[in-house]
């Protein structure tokens, strides 16, 4: 069965300190995983996605993941948190049935 | 400007009154999916649309309808509403189905059904 994990409901980190968001996945296929993020009464926007190319992704804001597939993890990072990145966070697999299927999302909060 | 748009963005509703939330998106793309967000549970997909009048089920499609008349219209229709449907509503369209294609979000329609 493909499902995806993300390990902490909710973290917290003082502005300037990094970030990591954990995600993990169980796929039977050669998955591709996506992060987004969702802004306070916004949509939701694509961060970074990983599709079987280099396994260290860089997106936007600075935010970075890696895929490992022997950890079978997809964790996000970012060097130096920003009050701006408060928001939620949902990592997302595809597996070869090309169907989204959603973590139940990490709520970041950054500490002034 | 490029974007999917749905409305209404915040409905409150009682139990049996039908309603509709429109969906509509201007990057003449095929593919459309409705998902509920509830807390705790992350996105789940209702229904979603491979092209015009191609609709098919997605984890959580009872207790709703959609229809694909139109390239860029994709309603979600609740012929009964119940309170277990409040939750918070977002359609999303991309270019095509599978991982080479960003999905992109429509705002979101917050649902209560008394």
């Known amino acids: 069965a493909q499902s995806v994990t993300q390990l902490d409901s909710h973290v917290s980190v003082s502005e300037g300190t990094p970030v990591l968001l954990r995600c993990n996945y169980s796929?039977?296929?050669?998955?591709?995983l996506f992060w987004y993020v969702q802004h306070p009464n916004k949509g939701l926007q694509l961060l970074l996605k990983?599709?079987?190319?280099?396994?260290l992704v860089k997106g936007i804001n600075g935010f970075e993941a890696e895929f490992k597939k022997s950890e079978t993890s997809f964790h996000l990072t970012k060097p130096s948190a920003h009050m701006s990145d408060a928001a939620e966070y949902f990592c997302?697999?595809?597996?070869?049935?090309?169907?989204?299927?959603f973590g139940t999302g990490t709520r970041l909060k950054v500490l002034a | 400007e490029a974007q999917v748009t749905q409305n209404p963005r915040y409905l409150i509703t009682v139990t049996g009154k039908k309603l509709t939330v429109t969906c509509s998106q201007n990057?003449?793309?095929?593919?459309m999916s409705w998902y509920r967000q509830d807390p705790g549970l992350g996105l789940r997909q209702i229904y979603y649309?491979?092209?015009?009048?191609?609709?098919d089920k997605g984890d959580v499609p009872e207790g709703y309808k959609v229809s694909r008349k139109e390239k860029r219209n994709f309603p979600l229709i609740l012929e009964s509403p119940s309170p277990n449907q409040t939750s918070l509503y977002f359609c999303?369209?991309?270019?095509?189905?599978?991982?080479?294609?960003?999905?992109?979000f429509g705002p979101g329609t917050r649902l209560t059904v008394t």
């Open positions: 649309s491979m092209n015009v009048e191609v609709t």
């Open positions: 990057m003449n793309h095929e593919y």
């Open positions: 997302v697999v595809i597996p070869g049935t090309y169907k989204y299927i």
């Open positions: 796929s039977s296929y050669s998955p591709s």
């Open positions: 990983y599709t079987s190319a280099a396994t």
């Open positions: 999303a369209s991309s270019l095509g189905q599978g991982p080479t294609y960003e999905q992109y």
